[in-house]
């Protein structure tokens, strides 16, 4: 997790990016350990501080690890301020303090205190596969690093579970592409590794089994590829959509998976879809896959995009404008991977250009993704957010019934048309189901000034405003 020690409110992207080491960068930790040993209890600081580690101090800030994500919640709870604060005082200048979580068996590297460096790649945990690089976990992907919220608290609380003692076998992740599967089996990984590092775990993305499969049975050595995939502790397996329709993988995958699950060895999955819902999946496996615990990630609502946001800038190091992340928030629904993908984009345009993060610098560097996603909006959008939000039927919208539960949000509804969409009154009357341009000027006045008089209405209007966004259709 990572916190800003200092939050000058100017802090921009170029600031954070280079030119920063004025006071010369260099860390020396050993006085950060006095420090810190004087301003809390011996046996605390044995326990707790003692532990922590400095990795290395870059444009990202300075980043401390501590071996296992137990020590690391409870640092960031009970002495992030104490840590930080002796960081900076030592430094002499405010800077980022990132702790994460390096398994105590691997953080043997001497301290780098090289500036100007990308963060080395901490070793993963007991990868029990040595050919596949890609089976080397992210660092950037653990628990500590995943926001939770609505949409994906279930899931990040099995992942949880399953790395601290199992129990669900097999898990199995499924939601839409950019949503954080492959984040929480890293994460996983990384938790057991630090928990239990003599575990051995094989992480592959579906493409990479199926390539091991086909060359196993081209080279006629099936036998030491289910040696190698069957002899861990924890099989894990990204995105299984992609070989569900493969030839003789799911015979393979069944054996495989019983003698795994069978021996009490961990499986995790993810897919895009459910079992349930896999096409060309075998019923066999189908019922197995459904077997232990199936958990859906969602897509984030925008509150939670928003928070995505502050913690990745807060990863980088950078104090954004709120206006800007909201913007992003609000603008890119889609998904976390391009919701990232647009905030490393502003932030490396703005390094490059050496210019601050302001709304108007990303509106203009990511106008395309600002086109793309902000819709026009409509009257039939209005009409419907409206009348959902009411609880009235959209065919109310059209009605010439006056009583006033529908006639009120009728004229809220003409009152947003009026806000948000280039509309004349005869055209909204029109759409209202044939009504006068007098009868749509007279609802957009009543909105306007029952607003001033009452505070509830007004606030339902902001929200509704709010929720359809966009831009003048
Ligand atoms: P998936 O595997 O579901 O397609 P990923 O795990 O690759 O998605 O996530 C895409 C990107 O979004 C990654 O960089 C990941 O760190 C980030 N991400 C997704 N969900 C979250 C979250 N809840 N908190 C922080 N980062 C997230
Ligand atoms: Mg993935």
Redesign the pocket.
């Known amino acids: 997790m990572t916190w800003n020690a200092a939050t000058p409110s100017s802090v921009t992207a170029v600031a954070a990016g280079g030119a920063a080491a004025g006071s010369g960068g260099r860390l020396d930790w050993a006085q950060v350990q006095q420090s810190l040993r004087k301003q809390v209890a011996e046996e605390d600081y044995e326990t707790w501080l003692a532990p922590l580690t400095l990795d290395v101090v870059d444009a990202r800030g300075v980043t401390l690890t501590v071996p296992t994500s137990f020590i690391q919640s409870w640092v960031e709870q009970h002495y992030r301020e104490i840590v930080a604060t002796s960081v900076e005082g030592q430094l002499g200048r405010p800077v980022a303090v990132n702790i994460r979580v390096a398994p105590v068996f691997h953080s043997m590297q001497a301290p780098k205190a090289a500036a100007e460096k990308v963060p080395a790649d901490v070793p993963a945990p007991q990868v029990a596969d040595d050919e596949a690089a890609g089976s080397r976990f992210d660092p950037?992907?653990t628990f500590a690093?995943?926001?939770?919220?609505n949409s994906?608290e279930f899931a990040?609380m099995a992942a949880q579970r399953v790395a601290q003692e199992g129990g669900f076998n097999p898990l199995f992740m499924y939601?839409?592409?950019?949503?954080?599967?492959?984040?929480?089996?890293h994460a996983i990984g990384w938790d057991i590794g630090a928990r239990r590092p003599a575990e051995k775990i094989l992480y592959l993305s579906s493409e990479q089994f199926a390539n091991r499969y086909v060359r196993a049975m081209r080279e006629r050595d099936l036998l030491k590829f289910r040696e190698r995939v069957r002899n861990v502790d924890v099989l894990m397996v990204?995105?299984i959509q992609f070989v569900c329709g493969k030839d003789g993988f799911q015979e393979e995958f069944f054996h495989t998976f019983n003698a795994l699950v069978g021996a009490g060895k961990q499986v995790i999955l993810?897919a895009d879809k459910s079992p349930h819902d896999l096409a060309n999946l075998d019923d066999r496996l189908r019922s197995r896959f459904a077997s232990g615990l199936t958990v859906r990630?969602e897509p984030?609502g925008v509150e939670?995009r928003l928070a995505?946001l502050q913690?990745?800038a807060a990863q980088l190091g950078l104090e954004l404008p709120t206006e800007v992340l909201e913007s992003l928030a609000v603008t890119i629904a889609s998904?976390?991977?391009e919701?990232?993908g647009a905030l490393n984009r502003l932030v490396a345009q703005s390094r490059l250009m050496g210019a601050a993060i302001t709304l108007e610098f990303a509106r203009e560097q990511l106008s395309d993704l600002y086109r793309l996603h902000t819709r026009v909006t409509t009257v039939d959008d209005i009409q419907k957010a409206v009348a959902d939000y009411f609880k009235i039927r959209v065919a109310d919208m059209h009605s010439p019934r006056r009583s006033r539960h529908v006639a009120r949000p009728r004229q809220v509804a003409m009152y947003l048309c009026k806000q948000l969409t280039n509309k004349s009154f005869p055209d909204i009357g029109r759409a209202f189901g044939g009504k006068d341009h007098t009868t749509v000027m007279h609802g957009v006045k009543a909105i306007q000034s029952l607003m001033e008089s009452d505070g509830e209405l007004a606030e339902h209007v902001g929200v509704l405003e709010g929720m359809l966004g966009g831009r003048r259709g």
């Open positions: 950037r992907y690093t995943f926001v939770t919220g994906n990040a939601g839409g592409v950019g949503l954080g599967k492959t984040h929480l089996m990204d995105d993810t990630v984030p939670m995505i913690s990745k998904n976390v991977r919701l990232e």
